[in-house]
């Protein structure tokens, strides 16, 4: 088959989050299996206009905010009739290929943005996107929609989308579990933080309820990791450095790849705080190297949490009932090891090989 694909960025973007790993895993193995695959994808700074990736074809048109019509105008001229299906990935703004693709097409969301509006734009701009959000997924048309988790699935279902039309695959990691855990945790009890610090993802709120934890945890540690570029990483800079434990609290910036298994080993819980995510990649991530989560009850989250097996979910988002689980669960050394055991047990089942089936077959390949 020619399988169109658009979306917002491709791997390369250095803004590429986990739905581009995802994009990116999942088209290798098309092409392996004999497919090809284009993706049409907006510019950046830098970038090549076309390359081949692993097999595959990016094309680049546009920049954050004409991509969408710089992609129809691409397709009209040079893709028109090309592929025998055609991928339209939503990242918060529809390409609305159903308006002018005529070949056979498919929705792809990761996540709604919803609430994340008004985390990343003020309030004005915060709720314009978020009612346009409202109006713009009901004129998606009827269509079959992919999706990676039951919580986006809920939440598609509430804005017009069939249930029997939206169908699940499992997630995928590109880090290869822990053979044991057998692996030398730090020192000191460290809590880690992992992602961009952009507003969303409320690192300040892991803080707050690391010095919270602290207190009853003399030696506790918090390690941030991430992207930090933008008003809110200068704000979390801020916070730290103002932090009566900032001996205590590291932010080492953007990180290799490297770098970021190590932390997820050494470490002995990753919190996560998003507003909302697809699924939760990192959470899966820091199971398959021997570290459990704690996390707030949000969609996504809830999704890659089984809660009291595999980690904790908040009953209360917010710093105070965060720090009580932290405080619980490195107190409580069994039941760290059971929690432990348990998500290192689950992250083996989540693979992309498991994603890729789920996804032949809904696109009618197996």
């Known amino acids: 088959m020619n399988l169109l694909w658009f979306s917002w960025k491709d791997i390369k973007n250095p803004y590429a989050g986990g739905a581009e790993v995802v994009n990116e895993e999942l088209a290798r193995r098309l092409v392996q299996d004999g497919h090809e ?11 090549e206009k076309e390359e081949m990736v692993d097999g595959f074809k990016v094309i680049r048109v546009g920049n954050y905010r004409t991509v969408y019509f710089e992609a129809y105008k691409y397709y009209k001229k040079n893709l028109k009739g090309w592929a025998d ?56 048309g009827n269509r079959d929609v992919i999706t990676v988790s039951e919580s986006t699935k809920k939440d598609l279902s ?16 590109h880090i290869n579990p822990v ?13 880690l933080s992992l992602g961009a610090l952009r507003s969303m993802k409320r690192a300040d709120q892991i803080i707050a309820a690391f010095e919270i934890a602290k207190k009853k945890i003399s030696d506790l540690q918090l390690i941030i ?9 200068k704000k979390i800079i801020e916070i730290i450095e103002t932090s009566k434990y900032r001996d205590s609290i590291q932010c080492l910036g953007k990180i290799s790849r ?6 997820m080993q050494k470490s002995h819980l990753i919190a996560v ?7 939760g990649l990192v959470v899966t991530e820091a199971n398959s190297q021997g570290t459990p989560a704690v996390v707030y009850d949000v969609d996504g989250l809830r999704d890659s949490v089984r809660n009291g097996e595999t980690g904790i979910i908040c009953e209360k988002n917010n710093p105070e009932n965060l720090s009580q689980k ?41």
């Open 37 to 47: 695959v284009i993706f049409l994808v907006r510019g950046f700074a830098g970038a």
């Open 85 to 140: 299906l055609v991928i339209e990935e939503v990242n918060t703004i529809p390409f609305f290929c159903n308006l002018y693709v005529h070949e056979k097409s498919i929705l792809f969301f990761h996540q709604l943005c919803r609430e994340i509006w008004f985390y990343e734009m003020n309030i004005i701009k915060g709720l314009i996107g978020y009612i346009a959000e409202t109006f713009y997924l009901f004129l998606l």
């Open 158 to 173: 509430k804005f017009g989308f069939r249930r029997d039309k939206i169908k699940i695959i499992s997630e995928g990691t």
């Open 179 to 191: 053979k044991d855990l057998n692996i030398e945790k730090f020192e000191k009890l460290t809590i």
């Open 225 to 233: 990791a991430g992207d930090t570029t933008g008003k809110f990483a």
């Open 258 to 263: 490297e770098k970021k298994i190590e932390l």
């Open 273 to 279: 705080t998003s507003a909302k995510e697809g699924w």
């Open 326 to 366: 932290i405080v619980k669960i490195l107190e409580d050394k069994v039941e760290y090891e059971r929690l432990r055991q348990n998500a290192w047990n689950w992250s083996k089942e989540i693979t992309f090989e498991k994603s890729y089936e789920d996804f032949k077959k809904i696109l009618g390949l197996s």
